[in-house]
């Protein structure tokens, strides 16, 4: 771990705790696509600390481009502290693919971190999400697609505030998604966010 | 015998302590045979190895100076009121309270301690806080149960930081002829209250027969009770020598230390049961969390804190 990423994986355990619950499988570092609920800043730091040492080093998170692009130490942290991946939300910016960062990571055997509901959300519970994990797991059926529940990240710091505040949080992993022939997309994405509900 | 010396007689013996629980946690390990047995015998060796941590930490800490056991104690409030406010259902008009809460007044409750500042150490948190925080939650215009909400933040923060940061106010104290051996005193308090727990679990495990307060903390028993506090407050008599207290002085502090330990365990179950858990957490492998660990020390250190203070400097 490089001294950044070892700083960022003491702030968020001394923070927000992000205690792994393993509860549908055990931890292993096959290749994966961690999809969760989203609603702090926090969370994907939460998410990436929760896991083993092994696959943590292989795993990043797929962030905005728009905010983690925005100033000098924002743009160092994502990109030496958590090795993201970051894709442009906005449209009108888009030149080609907006995945193709994320699909480029996946052929190089990288595991992801994904929010599928594309922006923070107020609730406990999560939004509808949007087709990016559906597109994923088409092109690539051999990797494991793990649920993943981030249980009090709304209260350490909700959407509009500023500052995180220390609480408990625990990230709870679920059971592998099953994969589904020919499943159309809509009813993929819901079952995927089902899954994520199931672990609240 | 100078406060060095004390310091290294005070390790040594409980450094025996720890070699000898840890044999014997061996030797029960390799003799058990029935499973509910083995169950209780690891959570025994799971909590004799967090003691080798925590007693590292303080040793180190106390060997430091004065900052690192400020700084130590600061943690201990922090990790504390972390426990507290994750089981107390906050709202979103509450952020800011707590961000000060874990920020503010955290670093200056201790810095007080660092300054010397008595006057202002003592009214901190129960006469600013107490006001400004409400205030600052007032201004995010949620009143969804208001007081509930304000008073629970205020509860764990006079549990947590107001009444830890006690013990550490220890080295405040000025008593003449202990001059520089006050963190020998803060090891006096935690020792006694850790040892009252410890021993009123183990004889609670071989002779407790009749329970105290069956509803808001079950193992408690009255074998444990009066059999550890006794062990407790002769031990603490015979430890006299670490302290500028008597023998007799030394019997009577401790055993207000064990009393007030037991109320404050007995307080907390109750608040940690109306939240409807058993344990505030999962930091401290065997022991729950940290505030599992604290809870008797955060109700004696204010009590043994004014005791000494008004008697002794």
Known sequence: MNPVSALLFGFTKALVGAHPRWQGAAPSS??????????????????????????????????????????????????RGLNAVLIERHKENRVGDPLEPAIAAL??????????????????????????LYRLAELFPAVRLMPVYLENLNRAMPKGTHVPIPLICTVRFGAP???????????????????????A | MSGNIKFYWLMGGVLGILILASLIGWILHLRVRTEQRRAIIENLNSRIRAWWVMVAVFAVAFGIGKTATLVLFGLMSFFALREFITLTPTRRGDHVP???????????QYLLIGDGWYGLFAVFIPVYAFLILPAVAALSADIDSFLERTTKIQWGVMITVFCVSHAAA??????????????????????????????????????????VAPVV????????????????????????????????????????????????????????????????????????GMLDRIDSLSFASPIFFHLTRYYFS
């Open chain 2, 98 to 108: 707590l961000f000060l809460s874990f920020f503010v007044l955290i670093p200056v």
């Open chain 1, 107 to 132: 052929q190089q055997g990288d595991s992801l971190i994904l929010f599928p509901e594309g922006t923070r959300g107020t609730e406990r519970l999560p939004a509808a999400f949007r087709s990016g």
């Open chain 1, 30 to 79: 096959e290749q994966s696509v961690y999809f969760a609920n989203h609603t702090s800043h926090v969370d994907t730091l939460a998410i990436w600390a929760a896991l083993n040492p092994a696959s943590r080093a292989k795993t990043r998170p797929v962030a905005a481009k728009d905010y983690w692009n925005k100033g000098p130490l924002r743009r160092y942290v994502a990109l």
């Open chain 2, 217 to 288: 903390s079950p193992s408690k028993t009255l074998e444990g009770l009066v059999g550890g506090g006794v062990a407790a407050t002769l031990i603490g008599a015979a430890m006299y020598w670490i302290t500028p207290f008597s023998p007799l002085q030394a019997l009577a502090m401790a055993l207000v230390i064990v009393v007030m330990g037991f109320l404050g365990g007995l307080a907390l179950s109750a608040v940690k049961r109306s939240m409807g858990v058993k344990d505030w957490g999962t930091m401290i492998e065997g022991h729950g």
């Open chain 2, 170 to 211: 220890l080295l405040l104290l000025d008593i003449p002829g202990y001059n520089g051996q006050n963190a020998l005193l803060i090891f006096y308090l935690v020792l006694i209250v850790q040892l009252s727990d410890v021993l009123q679990y183990v004889f609670g495990r071989l002779f407790g027969r009749t329970k």
């Open chain 1, 177 to 199: 998604l099953a994969r589904i022939d020919a499943e159309p997309k809509e009813a993929f994405l819901e079952r995927a966010r089902a899954a994520v509900v199931a672990l």
